[in-house]
């Protein structure tokens, strides 16, 4: 199993920028893909952008160019850099990790982008 612990929400304005992290802990050196969820009020929770273990990245189409995923595997550490932000970038933002055919979240850092 893993464990995962967010950080870095907040509110900012439109066209701001912010910086989410992610610390893992338990069975890291298992980790197939590692990165970042959202969930908005009434919708359902969709891939953000995701690392994986051979090197590559994968991002939403909403937010190429805006958006970088990176790790520091020595820290455990997964983050996202968040620019350009709009207010429908509004969210609850979720770490998640796959390993062994199982999906782990943590319980989420909010990011709230005004007009």
């Known amino acids: 199993q893993v464990q995962l612990v967010e950080s870095g929400g907040g509110l900012v304005q439109a066209g701001g920028s912010l910086r989410l992290s992610c610390a893992a802990s338990?069975?890291?050196?298992?980790?197939?893909?590692i990165g970042w969820d959202r969930q908005a009020p009434g919708d359902q929770r969709d891939l953000v952008a995701r690392?994986?273990?051979?090197?590559?990245?994968t991002y939403a189409d909403s937010v190429k160019g805006r958006f970088t995923i990176s790790r520091d595997n020595a820290k455990n550490m997964v983050y996202l850099q968040m620019n350009s932000l709009k207010p429908e970038d509004t969210a609850v933002y979720y770490c998640?990790?796959?390993?062994?055919?199982?999906?782990?979240w943590g319980q989420g850092t909010q990011v709230t982008v005004s007009s």
């Open positions: 338990g069975s890291t050196a298992s980790i197939n893909a």
């Open positions: 690392s994986y273990s051979a090197g590559s990245a």
């Open positions: 998640k990790a796959s390993l062994r055919g199982s999906g782990y």
